[in-house]
């Protein structure tokens, strides 16, 4: 566990990866926040919603862009607990998100810091300030808990 307190979005994310497991989703969960404000929360949901794009990432995404009648988040940072797959880090740039925060990594299907490294490509639209490790203990432990469930 981390030596100090997690900051309070990624605690509420945290959560939502928790509510993800619950409803036998793989546990991620997103927090869209500005200036100190949460603006949306969601958790993973492709199976519920029988939506391959229904990451926790997509759905505090599209939630965000509704509660403030914009397309653009670009005063916005999202806070998820795994490292964004490609699909999420397009809609990241995108929505010109200003700064990532994620928990855990994912060297199997991140595109941040692992796979395609989106945002390090020349042709990328938009590349947010990117921050890791918070909260990987508590993100990870949820990760494994849930698969080591199903095996």
């Known amino acids: 566990m981390n030596r100090w307190p997690l900051p309070q979005a990624m605690v509420l994310a945290l959560d939502q990866a928790r509510e993800a497991a619950d409803d036998g989703e793989v546990p991620v969960g997103a ?3 500005r200036g100190g404000e949460v603006i949306a929360m969601a958790h993973n949901a492709p199976r519920r919603l029988h939506d391959p794009s229904a990451h926790a990432e997509m759905l505090a995404i599209r939630r965000a862009a509704a509660a403030l009648g914009r397309d653009r988040l670009e005063d ?3 806070w998820v607990t795994l490292e964004p797959c490609a699909m999420c880090a397009g809609a990241i740039s995108h929505a010109r998100i200003a ?3 994620y928990a855990a990594s994912d060297p199997k299907g991140g595109a941040v ?6 945002f390090d490509q020349p042709k990328c639209l938009h590349r947010p300030e990117v921050y890791a490790g918070i909260g990987e203990a508590e993100a990870a432990e949820l990760l494994r808990g849930f698969f080591r469930e199903r095996r």
């Open 113 to 118: 810091e692992n796979g395609p490294r989106l």
């Open 31 to 33: 927090v869209i926040a």
């Open 99 to 101: 700064r990532l925060y």
């Open 76 to 78: 916005c940072e999202l």
